[in-house]
Each structure stands twice: as C-alpha cells, then as structure tokens.
C-alpha cells in the first residue's frame, strides 16, 4: 500500500517570494506522483506529475517538483509566489498496475501576503 | 483536454429527503469513475469506484445502501445520497478516466458538489 505525507496544514509566503510545499511518500515500488490544487469550492486541477524519466517536473501557473527516490520525496516549488496561488494543494501517489487507486495526502493550505 | 461535468454545483436539502449528484464526462468515455467526499481542512476520501455496467466498489465503512451508485452509460455516474442527514453535508467530487486510460495518465476531477441537509 501507498501513502502520503504532507506536513504542515498551512504555509504562508510573501507575494513574490519563493514556495515550497513538501510532500513525502511510502510505496513499495516507484510510484506515479502527482500534484493537485484546488480553489475553494471547486475541484482539483491537475499541476504537474511525475510519471518516468527527468526528475525534475515543470507544471502549469510556474510551478515544478523534483522526484527524489532517495529522499521519497516530491516537494513543489515556485520561484515567486502570486496571489493567485492561494489554494489548497495535495501531492496524491498511485502505483502503476491499471487498476491501483490515487491516494492523497491531507493538503496543505498556502496563503500569498500582500 | 479532458472535462469532467458535476451537477448540481450545491444543493440544500431537507433531512430525510435523497440527493442525485450527476457525474458527466463530456468529451471522453469513461469507463470508470471515482466518487470522493472531502470534509472541511481535509484530504479527499474515496468513496466508491464505479464502473460502466457493473456494480460499484466501495470502499471499507462506506455503507452502499446510504450511498448507491449508478454508472448506466460510459459518460454518466450518478451518486445518489439516500434518506440524508446533517452528518451528510459535505463537499462530494467526482473524477473519471477514459477506456484508452493509461497508467501514468491523471484523473479529470469534476468541480464538486457541495451538499448541505437542514
């Protein structure tokens, strides 16, 4: 089985500044990594995801992950954080036999200040 | 790209009475579909796996008869929440994957329904 681990429940950064949103994973095989954000009372879009190959992801709305095996991580990053990017945002892992399920961390919250 | 349709957006209803939540792939056929429900501050537990012309799976202490699931054609689920109670209000969501679906290929969520019972 799988599991996902995104601690802290809210990050808050400058508008501007750099974001990092971490997400750590436990899967007997290399998985399949994705990230999700969602505005309020809406459903989740897809940002970015890890499938095989470059480690390193680039996203949509500027932001990336890195998949790193040794550390089970997938951290999401953003040079410079706009307002628009607050939402809730959830790392999600899925193994790759056809029928395994997508599970999904908490989220985590993050706020641009002004 | 993909587009997964959610109807309705919210609904308040009336203890006791049943809610239909509809679930539309509109440019794909899906021929499984996954309902979610997601408390306030928390991640998105999945209810039920549904597929096209069969009965749904659902998962461990979700009770099949509170919450019955119908997949009659590869572009419509619908989740129906029988006799609803307060506990019931939460925000449901739906997420589809087509018949040429592959492994590494991310599920089209639709934009939720947020269910309110008085």
């Known amino acids: 089985a799988q599991s996902v681990t995104q601690l802290g429940s809210h990050v808050s950064v400058s508008e501007g500044a750099l974001v990092l949103l971490r997400c750590n994973y436990s899967s007997s095989v290399p998985p399949y990594l994705f990230w999700y954000v969602q505005y309020p009372n809406q459903g989740l879009q897809l940002l970015l995801k890890?499938?095989?190959?470059?480690?390193l992801v680039k996203g949509i709305n500027g932001f990336e992950a890195e998949f790193k095996k040794s550390e089970t991580s997938f951290h999401l990053t953003k040079p410079s954080a706009h307002m628009s990017d607050a939402a809730e945002y959830f790392c999600a892992v899925r193994l790759t036999g056809a029928n395994s399920k997508l599970t999904f961390g908490k989220g985590i919250t993050l706020s641009v200040r002004p | 790209g993909a587009v997964v349709s959610q109807h309705p957006s919210r609904v308040i209803c009336k203890s006791g009475t049943s809610v239909k939540i509809e679930c539309r792939s509109l440019d794909f056929q899906a021929t499984t579909m996954f309902w979610y429900r997601q408390f306030p501050k928390k991640s998105l537990m999945l209810m039920a796996t549904?597929?096209?012309?069969?009965?749904?799976?659902?998962e461990q202490g979700v009770e099949k008869d509170k919450f019955l699931i119908n997949h009659a054609s590869l572009t419509l689920s619908t989740l129906t929440v029988t006799s609803a109670h307060p506990e019931d209000s939460s925000f449901y969501i739906c997420?589809?994957?087509?018949?040429?679906?592959?492994?590494?290929?991310?599920?089209?969520f639709g934009n939720g329904t947020r269910l309110t019972v008085t």
């Open positions: 997420s589809a994957k087509s018949s040429d679906w592959t492994g590494n290929s991310p599920l089209h």
């Open positions: 890890y499938t095989t190959g470059a480690t």
């Open positions: 549904s597929n096209e012309g069969s009965k749904a799976t659902y």
